[in-house]
């Protein structure tokens, strides 16, 4: 935690949902349940669940207190056991954590951890993809160059773009939305040895009183759930990156076809003039801290024997750092496209630049039926290249010229060069992400 950069980098909801204390009150839910759970199967007096139960839900625990003391035993969840023992009291304290291994408190945890961070997480994602859904409704219509390898390239819609960005969010939404989480209790070995015959039964109060789903057997080295938990987080942060790429690359000076207005957001330290993306920018800061999080998780997966030695251990920082970034980068988002301005005028204005060289490919087409498509790609090519020099309209150019004048008309090759009479199936396929879009919403 940093309070300096925090502010920026781990900002939203997100962030607090997986802090220490929301860690803490996700290992004393766990507990609770644990103890309720076996007075449900019969294993342990009910007065004693309750009372286990009352301490991990009405008394105070220090979480950095805990933290210290784990360092003895390697994890945060024995000396937790310690301090709600001592607290209980009397012979329902024999019963505190009964028939559990340390790994069994912590993996539950943070399953229930990832249930609570992702609501306020997708409730963000929906919200941007709400936004984009505007945009693409607004603007579908709205000619703009379309541009590969950061060039301009054959001109598209800004509806058709922002489509584009509704499609990625609401994938990364859906996918979100369905996590495979699972309680986790299986005792020393995964066996449930200690509590006998009930094991079983125990397994089945104790994902029910979570309200986490029942895996078929404990998951203490299959870590699948992990690994695909961390690649729809950094699949989330990837599409948030390259939306806020965008944004930024259109908001240059240059291009100044959008621009984020908010007051008292954008300014410079020395620059008074500058309009700085910022919320764009927060946005890709911590989207690409992503996926180096995702890698170690994955690196983490090999788990040996019935408990692992480290590979275990090393998934709690990034685990819960990578919901830190993938929340803050979807919040910014939010930030970035509630604050978006468009502006159409200047994306034409960018498209015309060239003179319409952007849509000589469609002289070609419409020549080559006359005089075959490697001359007509020749004689246009010649033509673009001069107006590109700035000799001369590339429309008068293309008109004088001996073979393309004889068979297209000045008007023609106007009409042809009109990038909003090119626009393909684009305004289709913005029409098709809105319909899937609202398809989803109802």
Known sequence: MSELFDPI????????????????????????????????????????AERIARVCREESFDAAEIGAKSVGVGNPAAPLVREITARTGGEAARYVHFGATSQDIVDTAAMLLARRALEPLTEDLDACAAHAAELART???????????????????????????????????????????????????????????????????????????????????????????????????????????????????????????????????????KRNPVAAVAARAAARQAPGLVATLLASMAHEHQRAAAAWHAEWRPFTELFRCTGSAVHWLRASLERLVVDPDR??????????????????????????????????????????????????????????????GLEQIRELLDPARYLGSAMVFVERALTAYEKKET
């Open 9 to 48: 980098l781990a900002a939203g909801a997100v962030r607090d949902a997986v802090g220490d204390a929301a860690w803490l009150r996700a290992l004393l839910d766990a507990e609770a349940a644990l103890a309720l759970a076996e007075a449900d199967a019969g294993v342990i007096p009910r007065e004693h």
């Open 139 to 273: 603007h579908a219509s709205t000619v703009q160059a379309g541009r590969t390898l950061l060039q301009q390239a054959l001109p598209v819609t800004f509806g058709f773009t922002a489509a584009g960005w509704l499609s990625g969010l609401d994938a990364a939404a859906a996918r979100l939305r369905s996590p495979r989480l699972a309680a986790q209790l299986g005792g020393a070995t995964g066996t449930l040895a200690s509590l006998g015959e009930q094991g079983p039964a125990v397994l089945t109060a104790f994902s029910k009183r979570l309200g986490l789903p029942e895996p078929d057997l404990p998951w203490h080295t299959e870590r699948s759930r992990i690994a695909e938990l961390a690649g729809a987080l950094g699949e989330t942060s990837g599409i948030v990156d390259g939306v806020s790429g965008t944004i930024v690359l259109l908001a240059q000076t240059e291009v100044a076809e959008v621009h984020e207005e908010a007051e008292g957001a954008g300014g410079s330290s020395t620059m008074p003039h």
């Open 347 to 408: 994306m034409r204005v960018n498209l015309d630049a060239t003179g319409g060289a952007l849509l000589s490919e469609r002289v070609t087409t419409a020549l080559a039926p006359d005089v075959g498509r490697l001359a007509a790609h020749d004689a246009v090519a010649a033509c673009t290249r001069r107006a590109l020099t700035g000799e001369a309209d590339l429309a008068e150019l293309l008109a004088d010229d001996p073979l393309v004048g004889k068979h297209l």
